[in-house]
């Protein structure tokens, strides 16, 4: 068998023989940690599990099989899965016959290491991994431990996701990263950068429809780096290789009234991309595009590929063809070396574009990452004050934006119910705030999840507004 990466994967034939019948049954949890990518990989691996006779358990107390979907991005995140196994582990010591798994990016991260550390794991599985589930259980059925971190050519996505939401599917194009930011862990975690052919995409799309879907995200670590590998692979993969075509390609999809996209890097971010989701109805206005820093030398050292003027610019094309577009980001502060001035930079650019959304961070120092070994880390006291800083300005920021919606008439998707009040509707607007409103209106019409209904907004708040059905 021979594949576009070059990846040998005659495993794959050998796997298929191998498999048994698998008679493991029971009751599963999941966790998952991390970002929409991890997310989407437990909503395949439950299906998985489903497919092969597991059901969900009530509680993670009392599953039969316990799968962690692990993040690795700061140290915290990785720290809080050790926790988390120390209780199964515990748990284990009284009930032999759960099985214990480990998936995710700490898995792929620390391979073997973790079964030295937590004996009690049956499966560590690295994100590539994901689709094979039900083979790697069956060798943990024969008694073995078994670790699966080898970098492999990601298997087409055949099976059927148990989805959270019944509106809103998420939808992997590109798998991977051919990034080397220097603070980053992502790369050697999730491996090459891996497209998906368009023609699949478009599939998977087309059975969310049928099945009552309505929103779709398109996902990859640089969403708008699709397609660079796949030129030459079928007639529509050369068609559609860019994420502009890619757009167009699927937009005819019947029934799904939205798309979006995340994230985006700001380097490969084109004028063409953003003509395509002005021109294109069910491209909502959101743009997740991370700037990291708002200083030019940070962002050299953080090796971007970008300046801040290249930043501002996408912001102002995206603004002048749709004004009202909603703009997010990821921030790092505390970045090896940065200064005070250069901090101060960043907080000029956040003050500038006034952000609907900011994911924050400090840096944290990450396992083979070049910036790791810096000599010039940041004190951890002025790490915890930048970061209180610069959330509050987000904050101020994120109200700041929200009052154009004030006495709006918005369009909201119906995604479900307000978790803290299930006599509220919960959905979003197509610039991606969340919104909540009254399940009936005055005249007692009712509606449902998947439903586009227009909302007049009553109440903002800087990241939810609040308002009733018309
Ligand atoms: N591919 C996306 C982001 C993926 S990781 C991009 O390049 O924009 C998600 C976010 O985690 C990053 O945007 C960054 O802000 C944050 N992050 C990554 N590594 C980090 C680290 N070592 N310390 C703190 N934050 C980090
Ligand atoms: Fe990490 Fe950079 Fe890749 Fe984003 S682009 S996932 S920050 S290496
Ligand atoms: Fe975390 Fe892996 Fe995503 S490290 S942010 S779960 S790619």
């Known amino acids: 068998m021979s594949n576009h990466l070059n990846f040998d994967y005659s495993y794959l034939e050998a796997e298929e023989k191998a498999k048994v019948a698998i008679s493991l049954s029971g009751t599963y949890w999941i966790t998952t940690f991390g970002c929409q990518m991890n997310k989407a990989d437990s909503e395949r ?152 052919l368009p023609e699949s995409i478009k599939m998977e799309m087309e059975i969310l429809a049928t099945q009552g879907f309505r929103e779709v995200t398109l996902l990859g670590q640089n969403v708008d780096a699709y397609g660079r590998d796949l030129a030459g692979i079928s007639p529509e993969g050369r068609r559609h290789n860019t994420l502009t075509a890619l757009l167009y390609f699927v937009h005819e999809v019947k029934g799904i009234n939205r798309i979006r996209f995340a994230t985006s890097h700001p380097r490969y971010f084109t004028e063409r991309l953003i003509e395509a989701c002005s021109n294109l109805s069910k491209v909502c206005e959101h743009f997740h595009i991370p700037c990291q820093s708002g200083d030019d030398e940070v962002l050299k050292t953080m090796a971007r590929g970008y ?15 749709m004004p009202d577009a909603s703009i997010s980001a990821d921030i790092i502060v505390a970045f090896p070396g940065e200064t005070d001035t250069q901090y101060q930079r960043t907080l000029e650019l956040v003050e500038k574009v006034g952000f609907d959304q900011v994911n924050t961070a400090a840096y944290s120092p990450r396992p083979n990452t070049p910036a790791s070994n810096w000599s010039i880390q940041v004190d951890e006291r002025i790490k915890v004050e930048r970061l209180q800083q610069l959330n509050s300005l987000v904050e101020k920021k994120a109200f700041e934006r929200s009052k154009r919606y004030l006495n709006r008439i918005e369009e909201i998707l119906i995604e479900g119910l307000n978790p803290k009040d299930s006599n509220q509707f919960m959905g979003r607007t197509r610039s991606n705030r969340l919104t909540f409103f009254p399940t ?14 227009m909302v007049k907004i009553k109440e903002i708040r800087a990241f939810s507004l609040t308002g009733t059905l018309l």
């Open 45 to 196: 691996m439950a299906g998985i599990l489903e497919s092969i006779g597991y059901q969900i358990a009530p509680s993670e107390h009392e599953a039969d099989l316990v799968l962690y979907n692990t993040c690795t991005i700061r140290d915290s995140a990785e720290q809080k899965v050790y926790s988390y196994l120390g209780r199964q582990a515990q748990r284990k010591r009284t009930n032999p016959h759960i099985i214990l798994i480990v998936a995710g990016c700490v898995a792929q991260q620390e391979g073997a290491s973790l079964l030295r550390r937590v004996p009690e794991i049956d499966l560590v599985m690295g994100p590539q991994q994901t689709n094979r589930l039900s083979y790697l259980l069956s060798q943990v059925e024969n008694g073995q431990q078994v670790i699966a971190t080898e970098e492999s050519y990601i298997l087409e996505d055949i099976t059927n996701a148990r989805r959270e939401s019944s509106v809103c599917g998420w939808v992997n194009v590109v798998y991977g990263c051919n990034e080397r930011c220097t603070y980053c862990v992502v790369p050697s975690v999730r491996g090459k950068e891996q497209s998906r």
């Open 307 to 321: 300046n801040v003027d290249r930043y501002y610019r996408i912001v102002d094309r995206i603004r002048s063809r």
């Open 440 to 453: 009936h209106t005055s005249k007692g019409k009712s509606y449902t999840y998947g439903d586009l209904v």
